[in-house]
């Protein structure tokens, strides 16, 4: 007696299910499919994940716009991760405005970037989860929870670029100088990561049955490709160098001493900077109340002194309407061991700690003699005194007369940076160094006897370096404390920097980066090369995959007997059996020709 209809649909769909569990645990690796869906989607069940059919798109209309929105989160959220970290050199700045506007000191900076590192780092494993699903030709679903996660992303990198952007706008000229010594890195970066995106664009474009999406896929990727493969023919770098082209490491000159290792603008903190190994040092002076010039960088008290337990109610007072014995009463390193303001405490001796606490603001004369004492070049800013000040307009001769008789240093030391009545200043002290901020031309320069150029970091250029080296004039740059800034300011030539980081730099052997032609040459045509080669033989093994390599056998073309044309096979004999219509269970898939199928299969009579 034969079997019901019924019975025969039903062994139909069982050696369907079996065929298809055999296919999904031969091919898909499930433990790493479920673990990659999982924590894309939460799809830890087989049954709630689905593969893309050969000709099908990768998901749908949402999902499609989700990846979308993911990939451009991730690269705002690259853009910002790299733009503050490249920013960490003036980091101490951002801190302190901070201060200025709140009250209170805390490392803003350092929590901006590990909260942009965090997002970047959620951000980024979600679209390596997403490459790898596809890698697998799987369906994106992203959970709703995730793509919370990726607005507050988005939405934190566009508020944060456009913040800094508008409060620090220079910051983006030192992601442009960054560039100049990460470049060659950021290539061989890029060329890699378009390498390895091959292999799930590969799937999928062989997988597509229309031939617009395969042009719009390939033309794109093919733009990128090209694009990163001929970027270092527009880069410029002054640390890709001959060999023996390389000039001596720029002089040091400490940025009010060494305010890392001890409290700004204080004895202890040239004597660091002097220890270090500093060639120089930089300070800035305010004329006191009743006429003695003394270090202050900040127009009040606040920040750096006990004022507000001294003089509580001038808080806010301008420096300059204090006293020399007002003055000697406060203290000026407590706020440096209670705030540790670059985080550098931990790194000092107890007897660091217990001098750095007592430090007391120092008056002009004294830095001049200290610096006398170890033969140190000085620069200095000069705080002209508020109106009603009875020094405001005696100002620069009061200070002229601390250099010439109430110091012992050599006027060549000096150099002298106020940019006003320079005539008066060169015909009562000759001998100093006389220092402009202002790029100007050579002729003007010269003409006020500038022996020496003042320049913020971000107007570096090697070449207008070169061109006043060339009339003797010297050019100094500041503030530089990170390594990579100091390595770019070496390559371009430099003659000096300003820095609050003696002890750091200078134990900077040679600059980082540093290269010869013939090494980039190298390593950018060797990885564009290696890169090119692998993209083609991932392109051919997902042709042949997908397509199956033809091979001829006399007169009769058959296809390799692999193993994955043996899935073909058995992938077409799944499509073929679910084209039975099964009550509740309604599927659609392409019937392959020429291929029995097990619905033919005929029961013999019991």
């Not at 030192?174 to 470049?183: H, I, N, P």
């Not at 007002?326 to 217990?354: C, H, M, Q, Y």
């Amino acid at each position: 007696m034969g079997r019901s209809p019924s019975t025969l649909t039903k062994l139909k769909l069982g050696k369907l299910k079996v065929v298809r569990r055999q296919l999904l645990q031969r091919y898909e690796h499930q433990p790493f499919i479920s673990c990659l869906a999982g924590l894309y989607g939460c799809q830890w069940k087989r049954y709630q994940r689905a593969r893309v059919q050969p000709g099908e798109c990768c998901c749908n209309k949402l999902e499609c716009s989700s990846f979308g929105i993911l990939i451009v989160t991730f690269c705002l959220s690259l853009v910002f991760l790299y733009f503050w970290s490249e920013a960490q050199n003036d980091y101490n700045d951002f801190d302190w405005f901070n201060y200025d506007k709140l009250g209170y000191w805390f490392p803003w900076s350092v929590v901006l970037l590990v909260v942009a590192a965090v997002l970047f780092t959620y951000v980024a494993l979600l679209l390596v989860l997403a490459i790898c699903l596809l890698s697998e030709g799987q369906r994106l679903y992203l959970h709703w929870s995730h793509k919370i996660g990726i607005l507050v992303t988005l939405v934190f990198s566009i508020v944060a670029i456009t913040v800094l952007s508008d409060l620090w706008s220079k910051e983006w000229t030192t992601l442009l100088l960054s560039f100049q010594v990460t470049a060659p890195y950021l290539h061989l970066g890029g060329v890699t990561a378009v390498t390895v995106l091959s292999w799930p664009i590969a799937l999928h474009f062989c997988r597509m049955n229309k031939k617009v999406r395969q042009v719009l896929i390939m033309g794109v990727y093919l733009m990128v490709l090209f694009t990163l493969y001929l970027v270092p023919l527009g880069m410029y770098s002054p640390c890709i160098k001959e060999k023996g082209t390389l000039g001596p490491p720029p002089a040091l000159i400490g940025h009010r001493g060494a305010p890392m290792l001890a409290p700004e603008n204080t004895k202890m903190s040239f004597a660091k900077a002097i220890e270090f190994g500093g060639e120089g040092l930089e300070t800035d002076v305010t004329i006191s109340y009743d006429g003695v010039p003394f270090l202050m960088h900040d127009q009040n008290l606040k920040r750096t002194t006990n004022v507000h337990k001294v003089f509580p109610n001038r808080t806010r007072e301008l420096a300059s309407m204090f006293t020399l014995g007002e003055l000697e009463t406060l203290n000026a390193g407590e706020w440096f061991i209670s705030g540790d303001p670059f985080g550098t405490k931990a790194s000092l001796t107890v007897k660091d700690r217990v001098s750095a606490k007592n430090q007391s603001i120092m008056n002009l004369s004294d830095f001049l003699n200290q610096a006398a004492t170890h033969r140190k070049l000085v620069m200095f800013n000069l705080c002209r005194p508020p109106q009603h000040h009875p020094y405001r307009d005696s100002w620069i001769n009061r200070t002229l007369e601390v250099i010439r008789n109430e110091s012992s240093i050599d006027p060549s030391l000096v150099l002298w940076l106020p940019n006003v009545e320079r005539s008066l200043v060169q015909d009562l002290i000759p001998g100093m160094q006389q220092t402009s901020e202002e790029q100007a031309s050579i002729e003007k320069l010269q003409e006020n006897n500038i022996v020496k150029l003042n320049l913020h970091y971000s107007q570096m250029s090697a070449k207008q370096i070169r061109k006043y080296a060339a009339a003797n004039i010297t050019t100094n740059l500041y503030v530089i404390s990170q390594p990579w800034l100091y390595s770019l300011a070496w390559c371009a030539g430099a003659h000096s920097v300003t820095t609050n980081a003696v002890q750091i730099l200078k134990n900077l052997s040679r600059p980082l980066f540093l290269m010869t032609p013939h090494e980039y040459n190298l390593m950018w045509i060797l990885s564009d090369v290696v890169s090119a080669v692998l993209i083609v033989v991932v392109f051919v093994f997902h042709w042949w995959r997908e397509r199956g390599l033809p091979c001829f056998s006399g007169s009769r073309q058959t296809h390799e007997n692999g193993p994955y044309s043996k899935f073909r096979t058995e992938l077409s004999d799944v499509w073929s059996i679910s084209s039975v219509d099964v009550p509740g269970e309604v599927r659609s898939f392409h019937t392959t020709p020429n291929l029995s199928t097990i619905s033919e299969v005929h029961e013999p009579p019991v």
